[in-house]
């Protein structure tokens, strides 16, 4: 089956930002839309350490070891960037300065719940929620990047999530490896799938109803 790969899922993420929009981009998989984001959009990344514009990863053995986002990434920093403490980064966060903020999950829920803080099972750090909280519930608007499954093929977007919530109802739009689903009042919408996919295929892999957009029906 067709699959997105997370460069081309973080390609398609950002070329759905709107212009000159600031945009936070959470730990892990969403620090990769920062290389697809022209300079012409217009649009400014943020991550909570305390930085505003950054650019895309810096090339191997160019990095800077006190030049890092919020997951400890050497990133690059564009013309116009800023860095500041963590209290000013937190202020923004939480004060509504930002248009959207794109995170990771390990679920999403049919009304937009939201589970994607580590809770420790692996061992390598004790759970923590981060700054998660703060940009779910701060932030005007919540973009998730994710893969449709998990590893054992279970799917990461349910009725109801069943582990630990970060924030309730935030989430708007779900970016995974095989569609991009709308979070609407009366469900999820599906206004985009990957090449060859059909919906019912796509519900199948679904744990939560789908619809198709009106712009994909016949």
Known sequence: MNRLTREQLAALAASQLPPRSFVNLGIGFPTLVSD????ASGVVTHSENGILHIGPR?????????????????????PGGSYFDTGLSFAMMRGGHLDIAILGAYQVSARGDIANWS?????????????????AVGA??????????????ESRIVEACTFPLTAVGVVRRIFTDLAVI?????GLVVSRMVDGLTFERLQALTAAPLRLARSLLA
Request: charged share 25%; no cysteine.
């Open 36 to 39: 697809h984001i022209t300079a």
């Open 58 to 78: 810096p090339a191997p053995g160019a990095e800077d070891r006190d030049l890092i986002n919020a997951g400890k990434t050497p990133v690059t920093i564009l």
């Open 119 to 135: 809770m420790g099972l692996d061992g390598s750090a004790p759970p923590a929620v981060g700054g998660a909280m703060d940009l």
């Open 140 to 153: 005007k608007s919540i973009w998730v990047l994710m893969e449709h499954q998990t590893k054992e093929g």
């Open 182 to 186: 709308e979070v609407e009042p009366d």
